[in-house]
């Protein structure tokens, strides 16, 4: 046999090489590929579990801000002993007749702190509406035929300006 009709058979040989060596080349790429696809996974198991903890730890912290809330919401001292703070009531929420009642028990004497204990309102409210209705009472002549004196429907004697502080 000579070269020419072994050619044909080396041919053929070296292409099913190159054939297989391409099958051996995607199955290293499909091996590799696959490999990365599980480090990827596991990761991301990990970090879903880390955030599910978070969360977990979140809505724990929730339920326990929203039960303090509501503990301190029934009672006025906190478990440290200090009086909670709560939103202030201004002049312009209070009703006509305690407003009325305000200055009438200013003008007859008593201390802001005395009224606001009274009417339980708060002194910053108090202070506030006397304040208010002082301004009004010494305001321009303009103003006062605007109607802007009448504060609440309760117009009177000024008040008395050497109680105030």
């Known amino acids: ?23 051996i080349g995607c199955l290293f790429l499909f091996s590799v590929t ?11 198991e990990l970090e879903k579990k880390q955030l599910t903890q ?3 730890s979140f809505r724990e912290s929730l339920a326990a801000l929203r039960t303090a809330v509501e503990e301190t919401d029934h009672d006025p001292v906190t478990k440290t002993g200090k009086l909670e703070v709560h939103p202030v009531t201004s002049a312009a929420s209070m009703d006509s007749h ?18 606001a204990t009274a ?7 108090v202070s506030l509406l006397l304040k208010v ?32 502080t």
């Not at 696959?34 to 991301?44: D, K, M």
């Not at 009325?100 to 004497?109: A, D, F, N």
């Not at 209705?133 to 008040?159: C, N, Q, R, Y």
């Open 1 to 23: 046999m000579d070269l020419t009709q072994h050619a044909w058979m080396l041919w053929g040989l070296s292409s099913l090489g190159l054939v297989a060596l391409g099958l």
């Open 133 to 164: 209705e002082e301004a009004l009472l010494h305001s321009s002549p303009a103003d006062k035929s605007a109607g802007l004196t009448d504060v609440g429907g309760h117009s009177g004697p000024a008040l008395p300006r050497a109680q105030r």
């Open 119 to 125: 009417l339980q309102l708060p002194q910053e409210g």
């Open 98 to 115: 305690k407003r009325g009642q305000v200055l009438r028990r200013y003008r007859h004497g008593e201390s802001e702190e005395t009224i």
């Open 34 to 44: 696959n490999a990365e696809n599980v480090r990827v996974q596991r990761r991301l």
């Open 54 to 56: 978070d969360l977990e």
